[in-house]
């Protein structure tokens, strides 16, 4: 599998502001993924990261607040918008290729304060 | 959209017995099943897998076994270690629809 990677792994931040957070494989893959994990809950899908349109967004999830980029087939960013204290949770990216499995990025810890 | 459930949500287990965590799932298309093993503060890591086309699966202590008429899949670790203990994730997938659906997880402690 390819190696995925984050950054940054953790950051506290100030309510209103902004923070992106950068994903990277180190091979070009087809399909990446940004999830967030609330402390003891499942995984929920933000949005599918396509490359060279835009994002995909699940329910619940809109542009203007988690805006994403996906510039080529190694790269995404997902930025989280106007923090508020809620937006405080584990971000994490994912890629995988068709009928295959899902590799997990190591995850951003967001505290908004 | 598929619909995963995942039981039970904790679970507690002796050292060295069996631990069994269920799934359920509602889309028949679903045909690729992953369990995934989530230690605290790291990330989902792959453990073990099955396609449709199988009913059972087994890796050293770990297995897995899908039912697809009746829709669910389960992972059995026997033999258990302390380090099993993390969050177990279950997901279903299509090979075209690409998304994954999680299950909700159960947190396995086994004492030693």
């Known amino acids: 599998s390819a190696v995925i990677s984050q950054k940054p792994s953790r950051d506290i931040c100030q309510r209103g502001t902004s923070l992106t957070i950068q994903c990277q494989v180190d091979s070009q893959v087809t399909m990446m993924f940004w999830y967030r994990q609330q402390p003891g809950q499942s995984l929920t899908l933000i949005a599918t990261?396509?490359?060279?349109?835009?994002?995909?967004?699940e329910s619940g999830f809109v542009i203007d607040k988690f805006p994403i980029s996906r510039p080529n087939l190694t790269f995404s960013t997902l930025t989280v918008s106007n923090m508020s204290p809620e937006d405080s949770s584990i971000y994490l990216c994912?890629?995988?290729?068709?009928?295959?499995?899902?590799?997990f990025g190591p995850g951003t810890r967001l505290l908004v304060l | 959209g598929e619909n995963v459930e995942q039981h039970p949500s904790t679970l507690s287990v002796q050292e060295g017995d069996s631990a069994v965590i269920k799934c359920t799932y509602s889309d028949s298309a679903s045909n690729y099943f992953p369990w995934y093993k989530q230690e605290l503060g790291k990330r989902p890591q792959l453990i073990i897998d099955i396609r449709s086309n199988v009913g059972e699966k087994k890796d050293q202590r770990i297995a897995v076994t899908l039912n697809k008429t009746a829709k669910h899949f389960s992972l059995h670790i026997t033999e258990t270690q302390p380090e099993d203990s993390a969050v177990y994730f279950c997901a279903a997938t299509t090979n075209t629809g690409n998304q994954f659906y999680f299950g909700t997880g159960t947190s396995l402690t086994v004492i030693p």
């Open positions: 990261a396509n490359q060279g349109s835009e994002a995909t967004y």
């Open positions: 994912s890629y995988n290729e068709v009928g295959e499995t899902q590799y």
